[in-house]
């Protein structure tokens, strides 16, 4: 039987294709593939720091305030509660175009050298614009899939940092080596992205399919190819010197195996067409099996008697309640649902269980943040050659990625099998980090590579596993803010950790060298360290606050054992109204949609079709 008998069932199915939930999947993909540009400032930094002149504690400032506008998403998650997504893609488009056009114009000295509070404006800006499209598609795609948020949040989120990696081999091919034109490619780039798909991204109605995990594994093998590619390119590119056409080459290696995604998408529709096309041909390979809901009886707290319907006196609490409004509305605050249940924003925000969160992400990936951050400076004062530090930089977005989609994938495994908690895999993951912190320490030689290495998987990991654990703790209706609330951890860790303890001690440093070698600073004029002093008090600091946060994460292991033993995707199972495809093992198509608990008996019903009409069910019993 031929798929497409008319140029009119290839169009029904290419709108199929463009309406799915797996082609939303892929638009995402794309989106989070170009908006990881926050990740690339090592590479722009020193042009940032020459061109305007600035010390190395102004470009951390710089840094503070790169890192504060991409995790000050609040604003983002905000608007995404009450408009539609293509709104939040919209206004990231616009704030990104803008930031780092400005920032593009001011290095170029295309306008007059900028205040360093009009730099960290426009950074901040630019930076901010990223959580609009990232929050709307990846809490799109977390509500669609809410069973597989685990390895949705980790797939997403890693593809963020990927973006790193494949933004360099972009820039490479169009702009070879003019590090300046770097910022105009991610000023316009990830803005075309997200107005192409801008009525694609969107929460759709529910549809449970057991064969989910599969298809998201088939993505996740996707992007591995993606990221092995780009390993494999960064090591020929270390070596050897590209041209353009060479660079293009590489990049359009990286596109085509990033585009194999929508070959995934494609081969699901497929399959969901073919069992549409059987069950038009053959009624009796489509069943419909619903659920015949029992009348409902009256809730038990209501009294029959109707002499009770009398106006009962006012009690001593509703007389407190009426005439102190507040103070009940700050007892609501602090009187939170069960763990797992729908938590309001302020609720969330002033729990214990989020508290502990904010303040172990903030000890380390604040930390991590920080070697992220200054691996241009840390590879210049170590004496490392400019492609290094180039590697250095493309490395951590690599394993950044790994990072997040292990975690990710890796937690949803063991949480299902074995419900072992994420807070557990959080506290080792937070741990591990302090090796990378040590490294970079103590300056052993080529430590660089594996403590890029390190900490690029643990920043990853940390963020990835925070995002699901906050999705499980406090519920999704008020995701889109909460997992904001969630990312401010890191601009805050930043601040403390890189402008006032990295930034401070590294300057402090560069001082005593020119000093020791008789030289006198002039206005304007950079500090310069050399040698391993430069950074190693400030990263045993770093390790000491992130076994601090270890520890403060243990305490949410011990708060929610508990809980994660317990079957947390229950009631996403159990939801009154949502459908669940599936296919029977046969060729058949079957459709079953669950009612909530109240349900008593089941029947089905065989549905004849007529071959120009979607299936649809017999209004007769």
Request: glycine share 6%.
């Amino acid at each position: 039987m031929a798929l497409f008998n008319s140029w009119q069932e290839l169009r029904l199915f290419a709108l199929q294709v463009f309406a799915g939930k797996w082609f939303m999947v892929f638009a995402t993909i794309l989106i989070m593939s170009v908006n990881g540009s926050s990740y690339m400032f090592g590479l722009y930094s020193n042009d940032i720091k020459s061109s305007l002149g600035y010390d190395q504690s102004t470009l951390n400032l710089i840094s503070f305030f790169k890192d504060l506008g991409g995790n000050l998403g609040v604003l983002a998650g905000l608007i995404n509660e009450v408009s539609p997504p293509w709104v939040v893609l919209s206004v990231g488009a616009a704030m990104n175009f803008f930031g780092y056009f400005m920032i593009w114009m001011s290095i170029a000295g295309h306008i007059a050298k900028p205040h360093v509070w009009q730099m960290c404006l426009y950074i901040c800006i630019a930076a901010n614009s990223l959580s609009f499209p990232n929050t709307a598609a990846l809490v799109a795609c977390v509500k669609n899939f809410p069973e597989s948020r685990g390895s949705v949040i980790g797939f997403l989120k890693g593809l963020i940092v990927l973006s790193g990696a494949i933004l360099t081999q972009l820039y490479h091919a169009i702009y070879k080596d003019d590090s300046e034109a770097l910022v105009l490619l991610i000023a316009w780039l990830p803005a075309a992205v997200s107005l192409v798909f801008l009525r694609t991204i969107r929460i759709m109605k529910r549809v449970r399919q057991p064969n989910k995990l599969r298809v998201f594994c088939n993505f996740l093998y996707v992007s591995l190819g993606v990221a092995a590619s780009l390993m494999a390119l960064i090591i020929i590119q270390n070596r050897l010197r590209f041209n353009r056409l060479q660079y293009a080459a590489s990049a359009s290696v990286v596109l085509v195996l990033l585009f194999l995604s929508l070959y995934v998408v494609i081969n699901e529709e497929l399959k969901l067409w073919k069992h549409k096309k059987q069950g038009q041909t053959d009624p009796s390979k489509f069943t419909l099996m619903t659920e015949n809901p029992r009348i409902s009886e009256p809730p038990s707290h209501v009294n029959e008697n109707p002499e009770s319907s009398e106006p009962q006196p006012i009690t001593n609490r509703a007389l407190v309640s009426s005439q102190m409004p507040y103070l009940c509305w700050v007892k609501k605050i602090f009187k939170a649902p069960d763990r797992g249940e729908d938590y309001t924003i302020l609720q969330a925000a002033f729990s214990i269980d989020m508290i502990i969160l904010f303040t172990a992400l903030t000890c380390s990936a604040g930390g991590s943040l920080t070697a992220i951050d200054n691996l241009g400076q840390l590879g210049s004062s170590l004496g490392y050659p400019g492609h290094s530090i180039t590697t250095f930089i493309s490395l951590v977005s690599i394993w950044n990625f790994l990072g997040r989609v292990t975690a990710g994938f890796a937690s949803e495994i063991l949480l299902a099998k074995y419900m072992f908690p994420r807070p557990s895999m959080l506290t080792a993951v937070i741990l591990l980090s302090c090796v990378g912190h040590l490294l970079i320490a103590f300056g052993v030689p080529h430590s660089l590579y594996f403590a890029s290495i390190i900490t690029g998987f643990c920043y990853g990991a940390q963020l990835s596993l925070l995002f699901v654990i906050i999705s499980e703790l406090f519920g999704l209706k008020y995701y889109s803010t909460l997992y904001n609330v969630g990312a401010l951890s890191s601009p805050l860790g930043s601040y403390i950790f890189n402008v006032k303890v990295a930034g401070h001690l590294y300057d402090k440093e560069a001082r005593k060298q020119m000093e020791a070698l008789g030289l006198v600073r002039k206005a304007g004029q950079e500090l310069t360290c050399n040698g391993g002093r430069c950074y190693k008090m400030a990263f045993l600091v770093i390790t000491v606050a992130t076994l601090f946060g270890c520890l403060v994460s243990f305490i949410l292991v011990l708060r929610t054992r508990r809980f994660y033993k317990s079957d947390i995707y229950k009631k996403f199972r159990e939801e009154k109204g949502e459908t669940e495809i599936m296919s029977t093992g046969n060729g058949n198509t079957l459709v079953e949609i669950e009612n909530s608990a109240a349900v008593s008996t089941s029947s089905t019903l065989t549905v004849a079709a007529p071959p120009e009409t979607q299936p649809r069910a017999n209004k007769e019993p």
